[in-house]
Structures are given as C-alpha cells and as structure tokens.
T-cell receptor, first 116, second 113 residues
Framework: EPEVTQTPSHQVTQMGQEVILRCVPISNHLYFYWYRQILGQKVEFLVSFYNNEISEKSEIFDDQFSVERPDGSNFTLKIRSTKLEDSAMYFC??????????????FGEGSRLTVL | AQSVTQPDIHITVSEGASLELRCNYSYGATPYLFWYVQSPGQGLQLLLKYFSGDTLVQGIKGFEAEFKRSQSSFNLRKPSVHWSDAAEYFCAVVWDTGNQFYFGTGTSLTVIP
C-alpha cells in the first residue's frame, strides 16, 4: 500500500540551527502539506503546496519556514533558525484531491524535532 | 473563525463496551468532516469521512459517525470496543472556503480489560 514517508524520525538540534525535514509523498498525489503537533496540543496546519507553489499557509508559517519540492519525489520543510518553541512533531501529508472535493489526507509517521 | 472542539481529552472504557467520541465545529460555511486515529508511534490514519448524503457514515474498524448539522456535531461511535482501539482520535474539518484541515485537540482512548 502506498504511504507517505518522512525522515528523520527524530532530530535533536541546538537553538539557532537550521533544520530540514524530508518527506516523500505518495507518487500520484498533487497536494502536499505540513502540519505540526506540539506535545499535548492539537495538530496545526502549517502550509499546503500545489503546482510547485504555496497555496495556503498559516500564521505559524513565518519567514523562518520554507518548503520546497526539489525533485519529483521529495517535499521538504526547512526551518532556518530554530527556536525552542519549534519543538514538535511535524507531519507531512499528501492528497490526490483538495480536501473540500473529497481529498483524503495521507499522513506520514512524523518527524519529532527537539530544539535545545 | 473556524474551530473544532473535542470536549473529552481522555476517555476510558471497558473492552466490549460502547464508545462515543464527541466533535463539534463552528463556522458558517459547509463543512467536510473526518475522523483520524493515531496509534503510538504512527501517523494519522483516516477512519471515515462525510461530504454529503446519508448523515450516518461507516468507516473502517467498525466505526461510524453521524453528522448533525443542527448541533454542528460529528460524533464517532463504536458499539463494542476492542483493546486494539486504544489510541488518540482526532476530528478534522475542512470548509468549502479553503483547503486547510482544522483538527481538534484529540481524545485519548484507554481500553481496560
């Protein structure tokens, strides 16, 4: 069964360092997303990406964040200068359709980021 | 503003008992509703979704949910819980005004023998 894969599963970094989280969405999907879940809190939307550009982003997704689809398979989230409050589980998701026309989100297992 | 509320942070049920997890949303646009389950160390897996038609939808693993527009609710139910159902359950909504999924805070389910 096709699945979304994420690497690394866990990353520990020092405050101020750059972090890149990688995702391989399901191959025929067109819409890509990053969500995050701070421990004990709800899953929060960060950004959606379609046709090689950001289609929506939340207030959390400030200038410290960027996304890229560098090739036909990977979808990356970069945090330029990590802060303590960036510690969270980051989920990548992909869908074949948009959510409001029946698009089911397929999630990866998450990348846990710990900022010290 | 859009919001999704799961009033129960943690629920404990006995194996074989029935289960109902609550989900409410607020916003004026047409909602499209989902329930996801997250087992420890796993990603989120879709249980079921509602877009239109019959307001009672069936999902995987014996779960069902009922959309009640008058109550802005989409509660998840299962008639007989199994120990393997212990997990975190998330309600999610996307509105027809955008493509962003809004998640509730989740309900943690413990199943006791």
């Amino acid at each position: 069964e096709p699945e979304v894969t994420q690497t690394p599963s866990h990353q520990v970094t020092q405050m101020g360092q750059e972090v890149i989280l990688r995702c391989v969405p399901i191959s025929n999907h067109l819409y890509f997303y990053w969500y995050r879940q701070i421990l004990g809190q709800k899953v929060e939307f960060l950004v959606s990406f379609y046709n090689n550009e950001i289609s929506e982003k939340s207030e959390i997704f400030d200038d410290q964040f960027s996304v890229e689809r560098p090739d036909g398979s990977n979808f990356t989230l970069k945090i330029r200068s990590t802060k303590l409050e960036d510690s969270a589980m980051y989920f990548c998701a992909s869908s074949e359709e948009q959510g409001y026309v029946g698009g089911e989100l397929f999630f990866g297992e998450g990348s846990r980021l710990t900022v010290l | 503003a859009q919001s999704v509320t799961q009033p129960d942070i943690h629920i404990t049920v006995s194996e074989g008992a029935s289960l109902e997890l609550r989900c409410n949303y607020s916003y004026g646009a047409t909602p499209y509703l989902f329930w996801y389950v997250q087992s420890p160390g796993q990603g989120l897996q879709l249980l079921l979704k509602y877009f239109s038609g019959d307001t009672l939808v069936q999902g995987i693993k014996g779960f069902e949910a009922e959309f009640k527009r008058s109550q802005s609710s989409f509660n998840l139910r299962k008639p007989s819980v199994h120990w393997s159902d212990a997990a975190e359950y998330f309600c999610a909504v996307v509105w027809d005004t955008g493509n962003q999924f809004y998640f509730g805070t989740g309900t943690s389910l413990t199943v006791i023998p």
